[in-house]
T-cell receptor, first 113, second 114 residues
Framework: SQTIHQWPATLVQPVGSPLSLECTVE??????LYWYRQAAGRGLQLLFY??????ISSEVPQNLSASRPQDRQFILSSKKLLLSDSGFYLC????????????FGNGTRLTVT | DAKTTQPTSMDCAEGRAANLPCNHS???????VYWYRQIHSQGPQYIIH???NNETNEMASLIITEDRKSSTLILPHATLRDTAVYYC???????????????FGQGTILTVHP
């Protein structure tokens, strides 16, 4: 199974509140994991990726951070949300083979009010 | 990553083949062609990918020209559930600094009608 679990499916948070989105994956060990964001009417933007426990690479400077405390767990966080953090957040995994495609979860739709 | 050019929208009759073109004239030798689709409010779904040979799986076929500057995704018998945005992406996913850096453009909105 290459199942990707993301929760919650939808979230409404006030400006200045903290955020924690969790992603867990099943299947082969040591997958590459990714966080993408899709703003309304826009394409997907890569935020973070991880090639192993504790290893995080950030693609875009922003108000968010990521952590990978376990092999199959990837967490997206913020200490204080901004209005511009609203969007559709997607977790993805990639298999071990060099050309392996990404498989995406069903996402979390975040609205910051 | 190389850029791709896709038509903004296409229509297809249910039961007919849907042929979605993609131009990627600046593709480099180690870059693969990936196709994804996204149905409204869901995460992108992987469809198929290839390097230079034509590929087929249970969802679709991928035809890549010999010079690799363009490709066509073929859905052999389109259904209403195939209505989605289809993304053509070229990327070198083989590790190093290119991990999973898929650049999603605007894609092609495919509408399958009865």
């Amino acid at each position: 199974s290459q199942t990707i679990h993301q929760w919650p499916a939808t979230l409404v948070q006030p400006v200045g509140s903290p955020l924690s989105l969790e992603c867990t994956v099943e299947g082969t060990s040591n997958p590459n994991l990714y966080w993408y964001r899709q703003a309304a009417g826009r394409g997907l933007q890569l935020l973070f990726y991880s090639v192993g426990i504790g290893q995080i690479s950030s693609e875009v400077p922003q108000n968010l951070s990521a952590s990978r405390p376990q092999d199959r767990q990837f967490i997206l966080s913020s200490k204080k949300l901004l209005l511009s953090d609203s969007g559709f957040y997607l977790c993805a995994r990639q298999g071990a083979r060099g050309d392996s495609p990404l498989h995406f979860g069903n996402g979390t739709r975040l609205t910051v009010t | 990553d190389a850029k791709t050019t896709q038509p903004t929208s296409m229509d297809c009759a249910e039961g007919r083949a849907a042929n979605l073109p993609c131009n990627h004239s600046t593709i480099s030798g180690n870059e693969y062609v990936y196709w994804y689709r996204q149905i409204h409010s869901q995460g992108p779904q992987y469809i198929i990918h290839g390097l230079k040979n034509n590929e087929t799986n249970e969802m679709a076929s991928l035809i890549i020209t010999e010079d690799r500057k363009s490709s066509t995704l073929i859905l052999p018998h389109a259904t209403l559930r195939d209505t989605a945005v289809y993304y053509c992406i070229v990327a070198n996913n083989a590790g190093g600094t290119s991990y999973g850096k898929l650049t999603f453009g605007q894609g092609t909105i495919l509408t399958v009608h009865p």
